[in-house]
């Protein structure tokens, strides 16, 4: 999927169920298990207060562990250390610091902090132990959703469908799953646009996103429900 560098940052694991017009049917508790991208298939496995406690995708597994306002994410590829990210949740409960250690000693690394005005998240500073400049990206925000990001003199515009919440499976669950793996962006409802690339959804019966389809690339979901 071709999105602008910085964007990558943008992440969401944010999961709303759509409403139904019959007021006492009880609507279930689904979550996805498997996301499939081409030759890429991802099994995800919970704990048991439904948060992610694993991703394998074939030799290589992604553990999470959860210790207070701490969640500790290790990488392996084939058993051995690939990388380990450190994340720091504040009070408003969205994630305040990640820092990523790139080797066992936690020399190589690469640091992001989040600001945010409520849960919008305002400003991100991106540091690392290569000593280069900060990377700084500042966004807007209008009626609960993500509207532009910018950094230095470029300015990417976000659009949405305002008709539709936003949920697992769209673009921003899926940047979260893949690029980031915590949840610093919570819009109100679907992107269907970031800086020019479109994403398109297919829905099953039940509203539920089935696949994500962005410049040629068809990524599709099952999901486990109870």
Known sequence: MK???????ICIAFFTLLTSCKKDKKQPNCKIITVNMGAQ???INYDEQNRIASVVSGSTTRTYVYTGSTITITETNGGSFSKRRIVTVGANNMPVNLREEQNTA??????????YNGTELSRLTQTGSGGTAPMVVTYTWANGNPVSASSGSTTNVITVDASKPAQAGDFSWFSAFYHEWITVLKPKNLITSIAGSTFTYTFDSDNKISSLISGGTTVSYNYTCN
């Open 3 to 9: 999105t602008f560098k910085f964007l990558t940052l």
């Open 106 to 115: 936690g020399t190589l690394w690469m640091n992001s902090a989040f600001e």
């Open 41 to 43: 298939n991802f099994v």
